[in-house]
């Protein structure tokens, strides 16, 4: 790889990096006393066909990643990251769960986000839900989420969006959050940290 090719490249994943940080930061703040927070709040349906809510997930953390069934890299990376990392610490899945939402409402519904889930993790609870569901549901975590047409594809459109994983811990309150390029051992030693 040439010199500048080198240097444009490190210079790319040290913004990414920067800017994953400053979301972090920022929905840090966002979550302090008298602030209203990155609410944990939804009406979804799960993998399963059943209508959920934030509320049936209370009593266990969850930790929560946005994305779609058709993501051809960073979703799959970061879910197979997640069950890597309740692999490294069994454990957690007494006190942690695992969820996917997606953002692509035209694509992903219930039977197609069980199928998905299921090739990483049996714990990792899959939510999808209407446009209307979908779109309150972004709004609420403060997710980046946009439907991008690809004329040239057969798939017709791609979604380009956030990717950050959110802890929220068994009350339902914004713990903090990791960039996806998180190392899974790193990532269980934070969820041993943060999740009681």
């Known amino acids: 790889m040439p010199a500048r090719t080198r240097a444009i490249f490190i210079f790319l994943i040290g913004l990414a990096a920067l800017v994953a940080a400053g979301a972090i930061f920022m929905l840090a703040q966002d979550n302090a006393p008298g602030r209203t927070g990155v609410a944990a709040k939804f009406t979804l349906t ?58 692509d409402p035209e694509r ?23 446009p209307e569901q979908t779109a309150a549901a972004i709004a609420a975590f403060k997710v980046y989420a946009k439907k991008v047409p690809l004329p040239d594809s ?17 009350d339902g309150a914004f713990v903090t959050g990791w960039d996806p390029s998180i190392a899974s051992e790193k990532l269980a030693e934070e969820l041993k940290r943060n999740v009681k």
Do not use: W
Not at 73 to 94: G, M
């Open 46 to 103: 799960d993998q399963d066909g059943k209508q959920v809510t934030e509320r049936d997930f209370r009593g266990k953390a969850m930790l929560v990643f946005f994305g779609f069934t058709n993501c051809p890299d960073v979703c799959p990376l970061t879910l197979q990251k997640i069950a890597d990392t309740l692999a490294l610490a069994p454990e957690l899945t007494k006190k942690l769960t695992p969820v996917f939402i997606s953002v």
């Open 108 to 130: 992903d519904a219930p039977a197609k986000m069980k199928a998905y889930a299921a090739y990483f993790s049996p714990e990792i609870r899959a939510l999808s839900g209407t």
């Open 154 to 170: 057969a798939l017709g459109y791609t979604m380009d969006h956030s990717s950050l994983i959110y802890l929220y811990d068994a």
